[in-house]
């Protein structure tokens, strides 16, 4: 089966740092990534909350739900108490027949946090990570029960981060959760993209291709930085961009070889101002059906 390509609006409605976008308006995003050509869109804080309202929103634009964020408590609440926070989410995302929600845990994570560097993340023990991959296994099991697939999100600034965060959380977890595949911030995390595709493929079920601008992370680990520091100094870019240093063709090839078949979304937080929403968004359209083309991966649409 084909691949999709979708977006998260991100770049123009900018959740972390809203003040970064505070010129753009959902609507204006939702017609660019529609006219663009992408086939879906992540879920957004400033979308309808209603199911119905949000179905006939994407179907003005004539795009579908591609997933969406969860912002997770696993970490201090019990599964039943979490089961009941995302189940209105889990619901909706059913019924829009969405590949996923996108989940990571919040409860202790600094990714918010303007005046935190990135490198006081939370870390903890393989023992602290198993026992949460348990308990994020009952979730999971329960929300595939209910029609949506659970991909735990690794983030800078979180408690699941780099390449040995993953593979804790992975082999304490059942196969009812799988992975968000982030090549950006597989990289910020100083982890191997392709190493990680290479072991942990058989679990990946959605993909995020987010670039990296290599001396704007160097800066940001020079002068101890917080992610949001990278975020509005430009760390991170789309694919197909010269300033750019991942080999997105590699990636591409990988999914390829091993048969994905799921959503490839883009997902770049820029300052507008230095990288204007529609342009670069579209570069990161043509670049991924180029990368698609040339590793004979079928594209939907």
């Avoid at 006219?35 to 929103?57: H, Q």
Wanted: charged share 25%; hydrophobic share 40%; glycine share 8%.
């Amino acid at each position: 089966m084909p691949v999709k390509i979708g977006i998260s609006l991100i770049a123009w409605q900018n959740d972390d740092l809203p003040d970064l976008t505070a010129a753009f308006t959902t609507e204006g995003a939702m017609e660019d990534a529609a006219r663009i050509g992408y086939s879906g869109v992540e879920r957004g804080r400033r979308m309808p909350a209603d199911t119905e309202g949000l179905r006939a929103y994407l179907d003005r634009y004539g795009v579908s739900l591609c997933g969406g964020w969860c912002s997770g408590n696993l970490m201090v609440a019990p599964v039943e108490q979490e089961r009941a926070a995302i189940r209105q989410q889990v619901e909706q995302f059913a019924a829009l027949d969405a590949p996923c929600i996108v989940y990571a845990e919040c409860s202790n994570t600094i990714q918010g946090m303007l005046n935190t560097p990135v490198s006081q993340r939370p870390k903890l023990s393989r023992d602290e990570v198993t026992g949460y991959a348990a308990k994020l296994s009952e979730l999971a099991k329960w929300s595939r029960d209910q029609g949506v697939v659970l991909s735990y999100h690794h983030h800078m600034g979180a408690m699941v981060q780099d390449a040995e965060d993953i593979d804790w959380l992975m082999e304490g977890s059942s196969e009812d959760l799988t992975l968000l595949y982030d090549t950006g911030h597989l990289h910020f995390a100083g982890a191997d993209p392709l190493a990680v595709l290479d072991k942990w493929g058989h679990r990946i079920h959605h993909v995020h291709f987010k670039d990296v601008r290599q001396p704007v992370l160097d800066r940001i680990h020079r002068d101890d930085a917080s992610f949001l520091d990278a975020v509005a100094g430009g760390a991170f870019t789309v694919p197909g961009d010269p300033e750019g240093c991942l080999d997105f063709q590699a990636v591409t090839d990988r999914l390829k070889a091993m048969d994905y078949d799921g959503w490839i979304v883009v997902e770049a937080e820029q300052d507008p101002a230095k990288a204007p929403p529609f342009e670069y968004s579209k570069m990161g359209y043509d670049h991924i059906r180029d990368l698609c083309d040339r590793a004979g991966l079928a594209v939907e649409g």
